[in-house]
């Protein structure tokens, strides 16, 4: 598995107030390691070992915005209240003690909460048109006073991102949680400015974005993720063409976003017919702007899907050739690793120092040990 041309892989990044040591990523992955929504000393300790391992920007499991629906999961972190962003500050000052740099990522579930899950276990889920997926209803249709509310807190939450430290931030614009639920016709049936059109169904995040950007200054980086599947269908398409996606991704560009994380479940595949390139092959085409890849990196098969509570296969450390031949034609900019980092932290520093074949597969037992 030797990885011989990986030195870009290990070159510096700069853009705008962010500058990383490396190429690498460490994906967002949801944890539930986090008692009463507030990130422990634990979980500092778990960031701090990637940040050790030479990751080189961290972005953190999805953490829930104030808006009252915005979360689905019981134990996964907030970004609001007071003990919950001093958790955030200790777990940024243990990352930045080891030499990393860390952004937070701002969620709201969307239509994927139901009711029973805290903080207020009586709230409902919150969509654009009270759908989980075409043709299932799962809670409340917004008003335009939810949506306003819901913006609020995105940008709320990324100022306090800010104050407490982190690097970056970014919106979970992906798999079919809130964002994505209006970018989506199948779950936006909408009427009014924010449903119809591609151009409409992207106002709410357009809205986020600027909402962000004005709260956090012009210096302060934006990161947003996106992909094509839901964890509803994954064959989902929010673009069927490099026309539709170039329109989708102009709109995003502007209002401010400055790195677009471009999420797939296997980065080598193309994303439109007639061209090799992948899902960030084609946004950094469009877009000009830096982009991360994802998708099964350095793992011979793709997970079952987010929110899956099926972990009881086997992918094997596989190498990364055909990766680092995209990074080093330009492809993208930056490479998210998920489960592979998952179960061993030092991963970065085992693909650089050519020690491949110590890399431990993940399966249901590595993940029983992890932390």
């Not at 970004?79 to 200790?90: D, T």
């Not at 449903?195 to 992207?202: D, F, I, T, V, Y």
């Not at 709260?215 to 539709?244: H, M």
């Not at 080598?268 to 099964?296: Q, Y």
Request: hydrophobic share 35%; proline share 4%.
């Amino acid at each position: 598995m030797s990885n011989s041309n990986s030195e870009k892989l290990f070159e510096s990044f700069s853009t705008g107030g962010l500058t990383l040591k490396n190429r690498t990523v460490m994906a967002p992955m949801t944890r539930t390691f986090s008692p009463d929504y507030i990130p422990t000393k634990d979980v500092a300790k778990y960031y701090r070992r990637r940040a050790e391992g030479n990751v080189g920007l961290i972005i953190t499991e999805g953490t829930f915005i104030s808006h009252k629906g915005a979360n689905g999961y019981e134990r996964v972190p907030a970004i609001y209240g007071e003990e919950a962003l001093a958790g955030w500050k200790h777990v940024v000052d243990e990352v930045h003690a080891a030499g990393g740099k860390i952004a937070p990522q701002l969620w709201h579930v969307g239509s994927v909460r139901k009711e029973g899950v805290g903080p207020d276990k009586s709230v409902p889920g919150y969509s654009p048109s009270g759908l989980f997926k075409p043709g299932a209803k799962n809670g409340v249709a917004m008003t335009q006073a939810d949506i306003d509310e819901v913006v609020a807190s995105f940008a709320q939450a990324a100022l306090d991102s800010k104050n407490v430290g982190f690097d970056a931030i970014e919106v979970h614009g992906a798999h079919g949680y809130l964002v994505d639920q209006f970018f989506w016709e199948g779950t936006n049936q909408r009427t009014d400015s924010y449903g119809g059109s591609l151009e409409n169904r992207a106002r709410f995040a357009v809205e986020i974005v600027t909402a962000i950007r004005d709260a956090v200054g012009e210096d302060f980086p934006i990161i947003f993720r996106f992909s094509q599947w839901k964890q509803q269908d994954y064959n989902a398409k929010l673009c069927q063409t490099p026309e539709e996606l170039a329109t989708f991704l102009t709109l995003l560009s502007n209002a401010g976003v400055d790195i677009f994380h471009a999420s797939t479940r296997r980065f080598w595949l193309p994303e439109f017919e007639g061209s090799e390139l992948n899902l960030a092959g084609w946004t950094k085409k469009l877009t000009n702007k830096p982009v991360i890849t994802v998708g099964s990196v350095g793992l011979d098969s793709d997970f079952t899907g987010e929110g899956s509570k099926d972990l009881s296969g086997t992918s094997n450390p596989t190498g990364i050739e055909g990766l680092l031949e995209r990074l080093n034609n330009d492809e993208f900019d930056l490479v998210a690793i998920g489960r592979a980092l998952l179960v061993d932290p030092q991963w970065v520093n085992k693909i650089r120092d050519k020690k491949e074949d110590e890399i431990a597969p993940f399966n249901k037992d590595a993940l029983m040990k992890l932390s």
